[in-house]
Every structure is written in C-alpha cells, then in structure tokens.
C-alpha cells in the first residue's frame, strides 16, 4: 500500500468517525424514532445485474430459473416502472450519489483501462470519473453509523487510489474496478482488487459472481457491530458470454426456435403476471428472421442465449446463498433487500452477436456477445437496447423486500409508480436517519424517497420531471408523458411523445398531435441541460475524435 493511499484511507475513516462521535445520542436529522438504537436501524443491501432485459427474469415474465430473486418479488414489492441511465457507469454514478450522472462527472463514460484521460473531455461535467463535489451512498450512511461494504464492478474511476471504493466511503472492497473482465480468468488491468491491493487469481474454479457472493456474505461475517449497508454489484450477464457447464447444460436445447417465438411467449406471461397492460403492443421484431439462418448459425445463436440464461441461473443461485445466509443468522427479516439492473439489454456486437463462436463455452475471450437479436428478446415488449432512452435501454427491474417494513397485506404487490436512480439515495437517507450533506458546493438530491411507496402510498412520487442524455439520446418525463429523441447525426428536431400510461412500448408518437405538449416538455428539458452543463453530442464527438 501506497503512503498516498494510507493518507486518503485513514483521512477518510477520521472524519467518519469525528462525524458518527457528533452525532451519536442526537438523532437530529433521523425520521426514526428518537428511543430507536443504531442496531435496530435495517441492514441494507444494494444489488445490481449488469446489461440484463427487462423480461430475463422469471417474475418479469422470463423462462429463465429465477426462483431467489422470484422469492424476493413475491415477499416483497415488485416496480414495474423504474428507470435506470442506459448505460453502466453513468448509472453507477446517478445510483450511489443520488444525482445525475452529469452532475457527477461521468456525463459519458469512465476513463477506460490504460487510458486514464480516454473519456475525459476538457470538463467537469465530463471528466471519466467521479467527482469530489458528491456523496456516495457509502459516505452517507457511514456517517450515519453504518458499515460500508463493497463486492463486485466499481466502474467510476480506476486511474489512481483516490478514485477507489475505500477512499469514497466503504469499509471493505473485492471486486473488479474496470467495466468488465474474464469471468473465470480476470487479469490486470482488469483483475480483482482487495481492499487496496490488487491481487492474481490462481484457483482453477474461480468464476467471479461466485467470488462476488461469498466476499460479500464473508464481509457481513466479519461486521461485529450492526447495522450494515452492502453494495453487491455483479458483472452477470454483461459480456463475455461465460458460464459454467452445468449451469449452460440447463438451456443448451432451450432456443432453437428462435427470438420472435421467445418475445411472443414472454410478452404473453408478462400479461398474464399483470406486468404489461394488454393494450400495449409488441414492439416490432428488430431482428433476422430465424428460418434464414443457416442451421449451423441458428445451433450458434441458440448456444448464445443459452450462455446469457446460464449467467442469470448463476447470479440468482448466488443471491439464494445471500438470502439463505440472511436467514441463517437471523438477520433477513430486518434487511431491506434492493435488486436492479444498470441498463437495457445489450445489443453490442452486431445482429448476431460478437466475438468468435469458437471460444464459446471456454475459458478463454473476452468481447463475446449475444447480439441484438437476442437484447430485442431481452427487452420484450419495449424499443430499443442499452445506450438508448427509449423504455427498452432505461427499463430496469426493481425489487424491494423487507419482512419487517413492508406490510404482510402488501408483499407480492406491483408498483405501477414510476422511480428512477437517484430515488434510491432519499429513500436510504429518509430510512437512515443520515445527513446527505451540509456542504454548499454538493448539489442536492435529485430523487425522491421510494419509502412512502414501500409503506404502501398509492400517490406517485415524482411530481416534476425527470431527464436523460446519454450520447445525444435524450428524454424527459412528466406524468403519463415522456418526450424522447434517438439520436441522429446532429438532427435535433425529431423529439417523439408518448403516453406512457397507454402505450409504454412507444409505438404510437403524439407529437404531431400534441405540439403544445411537445413545446412545454422540450424547454423543460433544454431548461435542465443548461443547469447541468449538458454538452451537444456532436461536440463530444469532435473531442472524441481528437483523441
């Protein structure tokens, strides 16, 4: 270890420590009960997927073997409307500060591996990594009595130490600090780190949402004194496409019919869990037809997907050892349990998907994708994939379950309110009791507390709008109304309107209609692209190039 890195290390846990020996006894800011002790405060676990569909999992109406997180649903509350940024480390960065990702310094992605000023374009706005003018949930709820840990993809800044998790508020780290790796084989510069310390792997049977779960239940273990806050973010199923025999095995023969039937068969459950309203309609099919595939490609496709599922079976497995873990140790019941994902579902790799079928089902590769064929699946009924603002890029599963705050009357219900990121930052300050910040140059929190809903309110939260941009794709929405452009080589006149309320598959555009509408919500977004420095995407492009 660095003296660099000790200095920012211990800086940190003094001025956590100075700030929990002020706030012990006063409770000022706590929404809690004043006779309530810290350890009767809930453990909170964060659990976030990595590029997975909205439909992949069972209880969203997927084939795929989910019956933990299907567990967590039906004893818990299940959004159907949650909105994630479209992208990994912008989401990362709007989930653990509660801001927009603009706000805190990735407005487009993280300095890449080896190329510490690779997204960094000349503004603070867009500097590849998280700013200090932010609060991570970690240095919240740390300040707020809570052991801070961290298991899994990071993805917020690599370039130096200062950058890392134990020097933005977590106690303990294991995981992988770039955006992806080798699931069996990962190697510097995208290798696991420990704490600090970056460390080579040696056992042959290492596969990472494994190692993720069992540092994460080991790190509860070694937490003494309650209450704990556990940030588990698994790589599962972001490329490489990489499984385990046993798990590929399950699905080996489970998509030789194809995509389209797969949508249509998923589009039907998800009616049928009260998911989707009926009057929504299918999103066309943006994909190859399966019958003109050669049976050699379509035994290849079929094999991808059957990957991608084996990968979900995994992490649901891994989260059933969590629970279970939970439940053995008598602490289930007073955990508040989040599951999400960072974006829609993958469409990298062309139609057909990338990377050299010869390395499926090895050890080896890296950029191994399933194509977008198979992401319109994932994605079912919505547009669109990762990288994008319509439903299908920003729709994410959400799931919240804990026994002892959420009414037994009420567990196994939908939420048809709709939430994004920065909801989840106020909703663990308001159930905290912390402080989110007295300091002036940190913005405020962008979100609203998701723990009237929890406690079963029926109004919606959001009474402003919410707002998108990632890549020139932008969005606002207010109400049943969402405006939202795709971007197109510097056309900025092609905003399309939905009633999300009646069509949430965005396939009947209203701007023709309701012009007024289309005026209102474009100032509205414009309004806050200025506030947050947004720059047009034809002018990060130019920079791009330059580099």
């Not at 890029?393 to 959400?398: A, C, E, H, V």
């Amino acid at each position: 270890m660095t003296i660099l890195t000790t200095i920012h290390k211990y800086r940190f846990q003094l001025i956590r420590y100075l700030s929990i020996v002020l706030m012990a006894g006063a409770c000022q800011s706590s929404n809690l009960p004043e006779s309530e002790s810290k350890a009767e405060k809930p453990n909170i676990i964060l659990i976030m997927s990595d590029d997975m569909g909205y439909s992949d999992l069972g209880c969203y109406g997927g084939e795929i073997n989910t019956p933990n997180l299907d567990y967590l649903a039906k004893n818990g509350l299940q959004f159907t409307q949650f909105y994630n940024t479209a992208r990994c480390c912008p989401t990362r960065a709007s989930l653990l500060t509660g801001l927009y990702p603009h706000q805190a310094g990735i407005g487009h992605m993280t300095n890449p591996p080896g190329n510490p000023t690779g997204h960094n374009y000349g503004f603070a706005e867009y500097q590849g990594s998280l700013n200090q003018n932010t609060r991570t949930i970690a240095e919240v709820l740390g300040d707020a009595g809570y052991t801070t840990l961290m298991s899994g993809k990071w993805h917020l800044g690599m370039e130096d130490s200062t950058q890392w998790p134990l020097q933005r508020g977590f106690d303990k780290y294991y995981g992988i600090l770039s955006g992806a790796s080798n699931y069996f084989k990962p190697v510097h510069p995208r290798g696991i780190t420990e704490q600090n310390e970056q460390i080579e792997i040696s056992d042959e049977q290492f596969y990472t949402t494994d190692a993720f779960t069992k540092k994460a239940i080991d790190f509860i273990g070694e937490t003494k004194e309650a209450p704990f806050f556990l940030y588990l973010a698994y790589t599962s199923p972001h490329w490489p496409i990489q499984a385990p025999k046993e798990e590929i095995d399950k699905y080996r023969n489970k998509y030789l019919e194809g995509w389209a039937k797969l949508r249509e068969a998923r589009y039907k459950r998800q009616q049928e869990l009260g998911l989707i309203d009926s009057q929504w309609e299918l999103s066309p099919q943006d994909g190859k037809e399966w019958e003109s595939l050669p049976k050699e490609k379509r035994e290849e496709m079929a094999l991808r997907m059957a990957i991608y599922a084996a990968q979900i079976d995994r992490m649901d497995q891994n989260v059933g050892k969590l629970i279970n873990y939970l439940k053995e140790t008598n602490k289930l019941d007073n955990t508040l349990i989040i599951f999400l994902d960072d974006n829609g579902a993958c469409a990298e790799g062309g139609m057909l998907g990338g990377g050299s079928a010869d390395l499926l089902e090895t050890r080896e590769g890296f950029f191994l994708t399933y194509g977008q064929s198979w992401a319109n699946a994932s994605n079912t009924p919505f547009r669109e994939y990762k990288h994008y603002i319509h439903e299908g890029g920003i729709s994410t599963p959400l799931i919240v379950h804990w026994p002892a705050g959420i009414d037994q009357a009420k567990q196994g219900s939908k939420v048809k309110q709709y939430g994004f990121l920065p909801d989840i930052m106020a909703t663990l300050v308001d159930l905290s009791g912390a402080t989110y910040s007295q300091n002036s140059n940190i913005p405020p929190m962008q979100g609203e507390s998701l723990l009237p809903i929890i406690k079963g309110a029926k109004a919606n939260i959001h009474e402003k709008p919410i707002f998108w941009e990632h890549e020139g794709n932008k969005a606002v929405r207010l109400g049943k109304y969402k405006l939202v452009m795709k971007w197109k080589d510097k056309d900025s006149n092609h905003w399309e309107l939905y009633d999300i309320d009646a069509d949430r598959s965005e396939q009947h555009d209203l701007a023709a209609q309701i012009p007024d509408k289309v005026n209102e919500m474009q100032a509205m977004w414009q309004e806050w692209a200025s506030a947050n420095k947004v720059k047009p995407w034809n002018e990060i492009i130019d920079i791009l190039s330059s580099k």
